[in-house]
Nanobody, 127 residues
Framework: VQLQASGGGLVQPGGSLRVSCAYS????????LGWFRQAPGKEREWISS????????YYADSVKGRFTISRDNAENTVSLQMNSLKPEDTAVYYC?????????????????????WGQGTQVTVSS
């Protein structure tokens, strides 16, 4: 199982950025793909997840209405489109996955329940 995040960078407040994560090794199982972020001195924070079962998506209140998670089944990628970025969105962004042979009914927001992680990509929002 591998996850490879990409697309971070520097953007001005109010701007947009898209981060993506290529995944492999579990496409025939049931899985949840999630995005987390971690700012310096802070705990890792759940942002958004999407469930392979039905494509349902979930967002933290802090990003709801600004961020959109999407999945490309053909390319095996999950992306996070981030609009109206704020300085407080600055963090290292990680993609992660929960993989199971059973249908996953509830999407977790707890980092420890995600078994697989990408390497993280830096997003900096600053003027």
């Amino acid at each position: 199982v591998q996850l490879q995040a990409s697309g971070g960078g520097l953007v001005q407040p109010g701007g947009s950025l898209r981060v993506s994560c290529a995944y492999s090794g579990f496409t025939k199982a049931y899985y949840v793909l999630g995005w987390f972020r971690q700012a310096p001195g802070k705990e890792r924070e759940w942002i958004s997840s999407i469930n392979s079962r039905d494509g349902s998506s979930y967002y933290a209140d802090s990003v709801k209405g600004r961020f959109t998670i999407s999945r490309d089944n053909a390319e095996n990628t999950v992306s996070l489109q981030m609009n109206s970025l704020k300085p407080e969105d600055t963090a290292v962004y990680y993609c992660a996955a929960i993989v199971s042979v059973f249908i996953i009914m509830m999407v977790s927001t707890t980092p420890s329940e995600y078994q697989y992680w990408g390497q993280g990509t830096q997003v900096t929002v600053s003027s």
